[in-house]
């Protein structure tokens, strides 16, 4: 069982950062994988940016050069870097992780993935 528990967000200004932290529990092995997903209201889910335990990641076109993801293994510990945030970022933030070891770094797609966290909100006002 792998437990997931999201903090960091709040409400920031058009140009601001936020750091997200993702708190793991569980078989390590269980969280090969690791991801950010967001949803904003009426959207689907879409994927941020994952990682896997040796460093590898993915990132959404809209996010690349703005968003950071990193881990402290020691910690179990996931974040998100957020910077130059814009309105269109907000949304509820999710993290993701799943036993699958993906050596060109896990996918984006929300069907990779099988434990979730409870979200944390992001909102960005102009």
């Known amino acids: 069982q792998v437990q997931l528990v999201e903090s960091g967000g709040g409400s920031v200004q058009a140009g601001g950062s936020l750091r997200l932290s993702c708190s793991a529990s569980?078989?390590?092995?269980?969280?090969?994988?690791m991801g950010w997903f967001r949803q904003a209201p009426g959207q689907k889910r879409e994927g941020v940016a994952t990682t896997n335990r040796d460093g590898t990641t993915n990132y959404a076109e809209f996010v690349k050069g703005r968003f950071t993801i990193s881990q402290d293994n020691a910690k179990n510990t996931l974040y998100l870097q957020m910077n130059s945030l814009k309105p269109e970022d907000t949304a509820m933030y999710y993290c993701?992780?799943?036993?699958?070891?993906?050596?060109?770094?896990?996918?984006?797609?929300?069907?990779?993935?099988?434990?979730w966290g409870q979200g944390t909100q992001v909102t960005v006002s102009s």
């Open positions: 569980g078989y390590t092995t269980s969280r090969r994988s």
């Open positions: 993701a992780a799943d036993s699958i070891f993906w050596s060109r770094g896990p996918p984006l797609g929300v069907e990779a993935f099988r434990y």
